[in-house]
T-cell receptor, first 112, second 116 residues
């Protein structure tokens, strides 16, 4: 079983749609959680950190359920520029810097 | 503020040759990480430096890989001798010092290594 599992995708949605991605992690000791986005042949870029019960940043909302070991990302009013691969990432460390464990990513294409 | 930089952006070498990748972290970031993505797989951790010390090298695949961070600034990752399965994209990331409370990692553009 993979340590971080994501929806396989791909997701193809029209502009303006709302889309949700899900992610589960296997290590209950995981302490910090992130969503990164990765454009084709580019580096992962931090989209959001998810530290407690979730947080919102503009059109993006991330939720964390520690009991179910489940993380989600909701994108409202999708833009063409949101097209990318979204990576669910967990980190065992909370009070210290530790390695990141990545999911394999979910590809999103927003269509005009 | 300059981001994480990596050199070269691409490298094509023959099996058995040596390649050295370089990473310059964000200024002031004590933590430096190396990751790798091979085709069709997720990004995997290789190792973690805190300043010049190796904090965790549990992800290094074998002893053909050698990472250094002399002086606690830039880091190099040498592959010697390279094998076909070493092909992939090697990412470097950095984060703030321990104790600052911020551990988000920022990634460089990667080095695409092709071993033929």
């Amino acid at each position: 079983r993979k340590e971080v599992e994501q929806d396989p995708g791909p997701f193809n949605v029209p502009e303006g749609a709302t889309v949700a991605f899900n992610c589960t992690y296997s290590n209950s000791a995981s302490q910090s959680f992130f969503w990164y986005r990765q454009d084709c042949r580019k580096e992962p870029k931090l989209l959001m950190s998810v530290y407690s019960s979730g947080n919102e940043d503009g059109r993006f909302t991330a939720q964390l359920n520690r009991a179910s070991q489940y993380i989600s990302l909701l994108i409202r009013d999708s833009k063409l520029s949101d097209s990318a691969t979204y990576l669910c990432v967990v980190n065992l460390g909370a009070g210290s810097a530790r390695q990141l464990t990545f999911g394999s990513g979910t590809q999103l294409t927003v269509l005009p | 503020e300059a981001g994480v930089t990596q050199f070269p952006s691409h490298s094509v070498i023959e099996k058995g040759q040596t390649v050295t990748l370089r990473c310059d972290p964000i200024s002031g970031h004590d933590n430096l990480y190396w990751y790798r993505r091979v085709m069709g797989k997720e990004i995997k951790f290789l190792l973690h430096f805190v300043k010049e010390s190796k904090q965790d090298e549990s992800g290094m695949p074998n002893n053909r890989f050698l990472a250094e961070r002399t002086g606690g600034t830039y880091s190099t990752l040498k592959v010697q001798p390279a094998e076909l399965e070493d092909s992939g994209v090697y990412f470097c990331a950095s984060s703030h010092a321990v104790g600052t409370g911020t551990y988000e990692q920022y990634f460089g553009p990667g080095t695409r290594l092709t071993v033929t």
